[in-house]
């Protein structure tokens, strides 16, 4: 999901950093046991968050340990699982199978075609256990493929495709709590395509790929660009501040309120003062 669901864990405490890193190497292990080690090259920091989420609201029985690993054979790492994690590593291989796909189709990334060929068998075997979700996934790259093609200047266009992918991947039960899950899932789907076009704004124009922003190209975008951005992720907060979340919230809540920025403020703040530096101070 473009990694930008990360923690700040400079604001968090040792004891929580340790909590957050057990919840990402449990969905590594994850995805290496259920699809093998080929899987591994889909993991992100954005699906533990997908996790936290859903352990939080459904509170399941976790197991845990402190193990080595393939990746990490000498020093033994801390981990934990439940029933959340083996969904979250699903959808992290349906959404890492199906951006090969897209990446194979647009720009002949014979990589990304070797990738997806390991993964092939692994989403067949997901699409049969999440049909509702793969097909969600499918039809919104599908139609995010086509804007990209006829080259639409519509961002809340494809924002939306890629919200209801999201809003799909949240609502998992169908119960109570589906209409808020569903509707942060698809607030924060827009948040995110959003500032992914935001971030790749003047390395998409350099290279001629698309970009729904590229007549903001060259100018100073700071302002207006979180402008845009504040009022899909205030959206995604009030769905999120209905669920009755408990464990991890706090965790939850630094992704959500400073860790999606991270990188945002990094680029645009390093330009700002790039950009005083020679104009002077104003």
């Not at 124009?205 to 207006?224: E, S």
Request: net charge negative; charged share 30%.
């Amino acid at each position: 999901m473009f990694g930008y669901l990360t923690a700040r864990t400079d604001l968090l405490d040792e004891d929580r950093i340790k909590r957050y890193k057990a919840c990402y190497c449990g969905l590594c292990r994850s995805l290496r046991s259920r699809h093998g080690l080929s899987a591994g090259l889909t993991l992100n920091f954005d699906m533990t968050f997908l996790v936290l989420l859903l352990s939080s609201l459904y509170e399941p029985k976790e197991k845990s340990g402190h193990d080595p690993c393939l990746v990490h054979p000498l020093r033994p790492r801390s981990w934990f699982s439940d029933e959340f994690t083996d969904y979250a590593a699903d959808m992290n291989v349906a959404l890492g199978y199906l951006k090969c796909l897209d990446n194979w189709e647009d720009d002949g990334s014979v990589l990304s075609a070797a990738e997806a060929g390991l993964l092939r068998r692994a989403y067949k075997e997901i699409s049969l256990r999440y049909p509702r979700q793969c097909l969600a996934m499918e039809e919104s790259l599908r139609f995010l493929s086509q804007i990209e093609k006829e080259n639409r200047e519509a961002p809340d266009e494809a924002a939306a495709a890629f919200g209801l992918l999201m809003g799909e991947l949240f609502d998992l039960r169908g119960d109570r709590w589906s209409g808020d899950l569903r509707l942060m899932g698809e607030e924060l789907g827009r948040f995110l395509y959003i500032m992914d076009a935001c971030m790749d704004l003047d390395a998409d124009t350099l290279r001629g790929r698309y970009n729904p922003f590229r007549r903001y190209y060259g100018l100073d975008n700071a302002a207006r660009f979180r402008e845009i951005l504040q009022m899909f992720l205030g959206s995604c907060l009030r769905a999120y501040d209905r669920l009755p979340l408990v464990q991890d919230k706090d965790l939850l809540d630094n992704i959500l309120c400073a860790g999606v920025w991270a990188q945002f403020d990094k680029k645009f703040l390093t330009e700002r003062e790039g950009s005083s530096d020679v104009s002077g101070p104003v």
